[in-house]
């Protein structure tokens, strides 16, 4: 009888070991995936090295002023925005990248004075390099059908200074609202930019804390 009872527990031993060689898979997939599988992030957009190297950047429509950088100022095509966050997934750490040229906007320049200005992101077209993450961030952590805009508006003029110096890369801040996900709220974008001689080329970045715009925690434990 003894042998026969320690023939019946061994198959149960042996489905409890597989039950917990599977909790270990679960851990261990989201590991491999971002440390093996996926790769580094994207680099942080930046501006081109060299002016010539620029697919987006601002052009004039109205130069007629005696400033060379007098007048209104349009996105062009090949402008990118998106986002770059520090998320969770099952307990690793990852960075999250995602991406849209899908941007428009002008602003107004007199007397190297940026006097106003907005741009404008459609959030629906935001893609990264993993389909799940973009579901999330269309749905549950966004909602990019009810907002599918990310609106950033200037609110304070920004002196330029030496606008029209060619080549030259300067930092300025512009002061503005960003609303997006049904809230508008006051923020600041840190800006470097580059006067070709017939266009602007401009990089920058907003710092957003969810909570401040009621967006969901993308990360999960």
Do not use: C
């Not at 349009?74 to 941007?103: F, H, I, M, N, W």
């Not at 609202?177 to 709220?185: C, E």
């Amino acid at each position: 009888m003894a042998g026969s009872d320690s023939k019946q527990r061994r198959p149960w031993r042996w489905i409890a070991g597989g039950i917990a060689a599977l909790v270990v898979l679960v851990v261990a997939v989201p590991f491999l995936y971002i440390h093996l599988i996926q790769g580094p992030p994207p680099k942080q957009l930046t501006l081109p090295s060299s002016p010539a190297a620029s697919s987006g950047s601002a052009h004039s429509t109205a130069g007629d002023s005696t400033s060379p950088v007098d007048g209104t100022w349009k996105v062009t095509a090949g402008s990118q925005a998106g986002y770059r966050v520090k998320e969770v997934l099952a307990g690793q750490p990852d960075t999250a990248v995602g991406r849209t040229s899908q941007v428009t906007g002008s602003f107004q320049i007199t007397g190297a004075t940026v006097t106003a200005g907005t741009v404008t992101v459609d959030l629906r077209t935001v893609t990264s390099d993993e389909g799940r993450r973009d579901d999330q961030f269309n749905g549950r952590i966004m909602d990019t059908a009810a907002h599918p805009f990310a609106t950033f508006t200037l609110t304070k003029p920004v002196e330029l200074g030496s606008a029209d110096a060619l080549d030259k890369v300067a930092s300025v801040k512009a002061t503005g609202t960003l609303a997006m996900h049904g809230v508008t709220r006051s923020t600041s974008a840190s800006l470097q930019l580059r006067y070709t001689g017939s266009a602007f080329q401009i990089s920058g970045s907003i710092p957003v804390k969810f909570s401040d715009w009621a967006i969901a925690n993308p990360s999960f434990d």
